[in-house]
Nanobody, 115 residues
Framework: QVQLVESGGGLVQPGGSLRLSCAAS????????MGWYRQAPGKLRELVAT???????NYADSVKGRFTISRDNAKMTVYLQTNSLKAEDTAVYYC?????????WGQGTQVTVSS
């Protein structure tokens, strides 16, 4: 069965860093475009970053230069390195896998940026 399991969230001070991981199983990971999305309280879910099956990445303007998405096909894992975190980065971060009509989501991991 398909699973996307996020980890690595937590409480961090402004300016700090976190590395989020998303472990995938149950599908051919290397075929899928993978992404990270986030949803803050009272707001819509928004794109953070995506990485294609070929390794091409794309970022929301709000995180460019601070976040880096990467993937390890052998480990079936996608990562999001988050640096220089700001209070406005506080949200639940969700992992997504997409290929043709298939669209999979994880349960999310909470990131809280606060002093």
């Amino acid at each position: 069965q398909v699973q996307l399991v996020e980890s690595g969230g937590g409480l961090v001070q402004p300016g700090g860093s976190l590395r989020l991981s998303c472990a995938a199983s149950g599908f051919t990971f290397s075929n899928y475009a993978m992404g990270w999305y986030r949803q803050a309280p009272g707001k819509l879910r928004e794109l953070v970053a995506t990485i294609s099956s070929g390794g091409i990445s794309n970022y929301a303007d709000s995180v460019k230069g601070r976040f880096t998405i990467s993937r390890d096909n052998a480990k079936m894992t996608v990562y999001l390195q988050t640096n220089s975190l700001k209070a406005e980065d506080t949200a639940v971060y969700y992992c997504n896998g997409r290929y043709l009509w298939r669209d999979y989501w994880g349960q999310g991991t909470q990131v809280t940026v606060s002093s």
